[in-house]
């Protein structure tokens, strides 16, 4: 079966990992490591790096390891918190452990400063790049419109704030904030809708909403 | 510009500074508060003192929005793999009940698919992980392994 179902109550699972039984693990490690694999790979889908199977099943052997070595599972205070945990640990394992080798790479950079001969003729790596057009006088507006709404957001009560910025910020939809924030359906779109209209009476002095 | 510690009940620790009104925090919320509140377990003021972080932290927002999706998908999953597990077992149910249906409607083949449906009903039956198990009990008691058969009893029992 494409999931692995723990054999025996979570609890105990933890408590006999605590006391590091072989055996417990094992079960751990078989019953997570679809989810371990899961938030690997969706955080390195997040940071556009491409890896293969292997890297990929490696970050989630290191992340078993970590959590093994560290004796982190005495964090996991309550066992319905487990997965979201879990989830967490490997974002930050798996991102932690890109920015290393990203920095790594840094050496293999070239600077934009450096001259390069083409046909003869020596140009910087800077004019061979296209340069995109830009409008400074939108660029401006636009700017100062994002700094005019920011500020409008920040005046909001925090639950609104908090739900715009998942909304708006984040994209996610109305149901999975409400999930997030434990909260119905029906506040969340009647906090959305209110903060919306706050910001607009916010910025209407400024521009025609 | 005034900088103090921000400790909470539960653990909830950031550095916090304050300059003209604004708090700016400095250390995020910490693994474990992030996935109790991911949980629903948190109480409501700590809740609070969360959201109230979440709302200016935009990496810690990240964060619960990306568990939230993963854990989704995974229980998502999860359902997915219960269905395929549902179908794998009843394979020959499903294939004799099909058979039985199809020989009203292909009359020229009646007597064929209700075979059909008959055998793969018993392949169904003799299939299922209760009828093996009952096959052990029962040759165990054939044998007159009353411990074996004790066993495997006390074993459908708590299954």
């Excluded at chain 1, 991102?95 to 934009?112: E, K």
Aim: proline content about 1%; hydrophobic content about 40%; charged content about 30%.
């Amino acid at each position: 079966m494409y999931y692995n179902v723990c054999t025996m109550p979570v609890e105990e699972l933890l408590k006999r990992c605590l006391r590091k039984e072989r055996k417990a693990w094992d079960e751990f490690v078989r019953s997570y490591d679809n989810l371990v694999s899961r938030s690997v790979r969706y955080k390195l889908k997040s940071m556009n790096i491409h890896a293969c199977g292997a890297e990929i099943e490696d970050t989630v052997q290191e992340i078993f390891l970590y959590i093994w070595e560290k004796d982190k599972l005495r964090g996991v205070s309550d066992v319905s918190c487990l997965e979201g945990w879990i989830a967490i640990v490997s974002f930050n394992f798996t991102s932690t452990c890109h920015m290393r080798r990203d920095a790594r790479d840094i050496r293999d950079t070239h600077s934009l400063e450096e001259f390069h001969t083409c046909d003869d003729v020596s140009v910087s790596l800077g004019e061979m790049l296209e340069s995109p057009t830009l409008n400074t006088e939108d660029m401006v507006y636009t700017n100062e419109l994002v700094d005019l709404v920011e500020n409008e957001v920040l005046k909001l009560p925090v639950k609104q704030r908090l739900a715009i910025k998942f909304n708006m910020y984040d994209g996610k939809k109305q149901k999975d904030i409400a999930e997030i924030m434990d909260l119905p359906i029906s506040h969340v779109s009647t906090l959305i809708k209110r903060a919306k209209n706050s910001i607009r009476k916010g910025i209407k002095n400024i521009i025609d909403v | 510009m005034v900088r103090k510690l921000v400790y909470s009940s539960r653990g909830v620790k950031h550095l916090s500074s304050e300059k003209k009104g604004v708090k700016v925090h400095r250390i995020c919320l910490s693994e474990e508060v992030l996935s109790e509140y991911i949980g629903g377990v948190l109480s409501s003021k700590e809740r609070d003192s969360v959201e109230e972080h979440l709302s200016r932290c935009s990496r810690c927002r990240k964060m619960v929005s990306d568990v939230h999706t993963v854990l989704k998908k995974s229980s998502a999953g999860k359902i997915r793999a219960k269905l395929r597990g549902w179908l794998k077992r009843n394979f020959w149910l499903i294939g004799s009940f099909l058979a039985f249906v199809f020989s009203f409607f292909l009359s020229g083949y009646f007597f064929q698919l209700l075979t059909a449906a008959a055998l793969m009903g018993a392949k169904w039956v003799f299939d299922s992980r209760t009828s093996k198990t009952l096959i052990m009990v029962y040759e165990a008691w054939k044998k007159g392994d009353k411990e074996g058969t004790e066993e495997l009893l006390s074993r459908f029992k708590t299954r």
